[in-house]
């Protein structure tokens, strides 16, 4: 941490508290998530699975992790600071997000959600404090703390505790064979919250949330059924049957219809009727009026301007020569904007990556011995972002306290299995250029300095407090 100033604080969780601070030699804004120092397990666990997916999974619109280092037994992630989250904009917008600016992030989430379907990762988390936005208006998913390996059949997953009033109803109903469909039913409730500025089914409890499902979505499938009548927790418990209609635009008549549709299509009690994310992403709600091919080039212009001044997208000259030795840790970055044709002719202008001017800042022994290169060849395969060789390499908090500068993962491993750095702060690049904040930031910054987030997720209960009006409304 010495060698980063700390500006402030922008976020807590129950895991731990996210600072943002300034690199002391080059000036860069990160954010750093430090993790609580708790005696159990779980702390370190959920740190080492989000290092470990961060690590390998990379993709324009998930946050981009620049180093890690252990201090004082404290996991450290360092983060390229995002300027905001889509919750803080819902706290500025009461009734909901613009449905241009709606259609833009939703493509944009959809997009991360994808990419990790399609590396069979589920993050099991997904909600409005977990999407970052830029300043420019590009989304970033966070928090990677419980995301994980979809289990082949017969494997079961182990119980965590994500929030609540985003869980699907197998996931409350501990049903062990749950899988992608439940990143697309968190979506579905983020959906209307960003739409009309309430949370969909704020809960207090299973029960509660459970009712609330039945209530406004459907009852609940055999299976599920069954589960629920079985579990002791549940003893005597009846859930009302409810005669929904099957008509979204019914069902949901506060969202403009196409969008009703797409929530529609993601809250389905049966996991199995709930669409892929590739079907989301053609749904007609982001194909009608030319919205993709329109979008594209203005998204893909903002993630080049920010790709010239962000650290992630490392020219390969800096990749040290083993970075790549071995497959299985190479960085999984397919379906981008940037290196595929995934998004068909629109892509196809684009497949060779181009050299752009990016002007880095490298700086060796975290002391002002800079040099810098000034035009580099944009790699669509990036560097790896640390040399750090598998998550374990932090998982052994045991070591006494130390006030020893901290140690970023990075290169060469001490005998305690912690990587220490011969280039200490990493290889950074130039800050990225940030314009006065508008009100947003201000009202955020503002908020998050003087009283805690009531939406933390807290492991015991993990509910949140609606920010516009108690307890929501219908949608
Ligand atoms: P936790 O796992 O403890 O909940 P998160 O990763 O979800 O931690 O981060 C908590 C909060 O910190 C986020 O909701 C956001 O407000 C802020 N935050 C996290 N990462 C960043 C980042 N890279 N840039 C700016 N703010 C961030």
Not at 197 to 215: A, M, R, T
């Amino acid at each position: 941490m010495e060698m980063y100033e700390t500006l402030g604080k922008v976020g807590e969780g129950s895991y731990g508290t996210v600072m943002k601070c300034k690199h002391k030699n080059t000036g860069q804004i990160v954010a750093i998530k430090i993790f609580y120092e708790k005696p159990e397990k779980s702390v370190n666990k959920i740190a080492l699975r989000e290092i470990k997916f961060l690590k390998q999974f990379r993709h324009e619109n998930l946050v981009n992790l620049i180093e890690v280092f252990r201090q004082k037994k404290k996991i450290h992630l360092v983060f390229e600071f995002i300027d905001h989250t889509v919750l803080d904009e819902l706290q500025h917008y009461c009734h909901g997000l613009e449905s241009r600016r709606l259609r833009k992030y939703l493509f944009q989430i959809l997009r991360a959600v994808d990419y990790l379907h399609s590396n069979n990762i589920i993050h099991r988390d997904i909600k409005p404090e977990n999407i970052l936005v830029s300043q420019s208006g590009i989304t970033k998913l966070c928090d990677f703390g419980f995301a994980r390996t979809l289990a082949a059949p017969g494997d079961v997953y182990t119980d965590y505790v994500a929030t609540r009033w985003y869980r699907a109803p197998e996931l409350v109903l501990k049903d062990t064979s749950y899988g992608k469909p439940v990143d697309i039913w968190a979506l579905g409730c983020m959906i209307i919250e960003m739409a009309t500025g309430n949370p969909f089914l704020p809960s207090s409890s299973d029960l509660d949330l459970l009712h609330k499902i039945v209530s406004k979505v459907g009852n609940l499938t055999p299976h599920l059924q069954n589960i629920f009548s079985k579990n002791p927790i549940f003893t005597g418990v009846v859930l009302p049957q409810v005669q929904h209609t099957r008509n979204a635009r019914k069902k949901y008549p506060k969202l403009n219809g196409l969008l009703a549709d797409i929530v529609h299509a993601c809250l389905q009690i049966d996991p199995a009727e709930r669409m892929s994310s590739p079907e989301l992403l053609h749904h007609e709600y982001f194909t009608r009026d030319g919205f993709i091919e329109k979008f594209i080039p203005e998204l893909r212009a903002k993630l080049l301007q920010e790709a010239r001044v962000n650290s992630f997208i490392r020219p390969k000259t800096y990749c040290k020569e083993n970075e790549f030795k071995d497959d299985e840790r190479k960085i999984v970055y397919n379906n981008t904007l940037l290196s595929s044709s995934f998004w068909g002719k629109e892509m196809e202008k684009e497949k060779k990556p181009k050299e752009i001017k990016v002007r880095v800042i490298k700086v060796k022994g975290g002391k002002g011995d800079i040099s810098e290169l000034k035009k580099t060849e944009y790699e669509v395969e990036h560097c790896r972002q640390d040399g750090m060789e598998d998550a374990h390499a932090v998982s052994e908090d045991t070591r006494p306290a130390s006030s020893e500068p901290a140690s970023p993962v990075n290169s060469s491993t001490d005998s305690s299995g912690m990587k220490e750095d011969a280039q200490s702060g990493g290889y950074m690049t130039m800050p990225p250029i940030n314009p006065a904040c508008g009100n947003l930031m201000t009202a955020n910054l503002n908020s998050n300095l003087s009283h805690p987030n009531p939406r933390w997720r807290t492991q015991a209960d993990s509910d949140r407090v609606p920010h516009c009006r108690p307890g929501g409304s219908p949608v």
